[in-house]
C-alpha cells in the first residue's frame, strides 16, 4: 500500500545527488519568487501608516523600486 508522501518523492533508486539536485532547484526557485514580495510587503508595512503612504500597492511598489533604485533591487 502507498503512502499518502509518494506523490511528491522521487523512487527510491534515484540517486541522492539528484534528491538534493531537486531540493536545491526548489529552494532557489522559491527565494527567487518570494523575496521580491517580502521585500515590496515588509516596505508596505513599515510606510502604510501614513495616509500619504509612498507605495499605492504591490505593483506601484515594484515599479517605483525598480524606477528608483534599479530593476535588480527587489
Same mark, same amino acid.
Do not use: W
Given at each position: 500500500?502507498? @503512502? @499518502?508522501?509518494?506523490?511528491? @518523492?522521487?523512487?527510491? @533508486?534515484?540517486?541522492? %545527488?539528484?534528491?538534493? +539536485? %531537486? *531540493?536545491?532547484?526548489? *529552494?532557489? *526557485?522559491?527565494?527567487? =519568487?518570494?523575496? $521580491?514580495?517580502? =521585500? =515590496?510587503?515588509?516596505?508596505?508595512?513599515? #510606510?502604510?501608516?501614513? $495616509?500619504? +503612504?509612498?507605495?499605492? *500597492?504591490? #505593483?506601484?511598489?515594484?515599479?517605483?523600486?525598480? +524606477?528608483?533604485?534599479?530593476?535588480?533591487? $527587489?
Amino acid at each position: 500500500m502507498a @503512502s @499518502s508522501d509518494d506523490y511528491e @518523492s522521487l523512487p527510491e @533508486s534515484m540517486h541522492p %545527488a539528484i534528491h538534493m +539536485a %531537486a *531540493g536545491a532547484l526548489a *529552494g532557489i *526557485g522559491e527565494h527567487c =519568487v518570494m523575496y $521580491p514580495v517580502d =521585500v =515590496v510587503k515588509t516596505r508596505m508595512q513599515c #510606510i502604510n501608516p501614513d $495616509p500619504h +503612504a509612498k507605495y499605492r *500597492g504591490i #505593483i506601484h511598489a515594484i515599479r517605483q523600486m525598480m +524606477a528608483n533604485e534599479g530593476f535588480f533591487r $527587489p
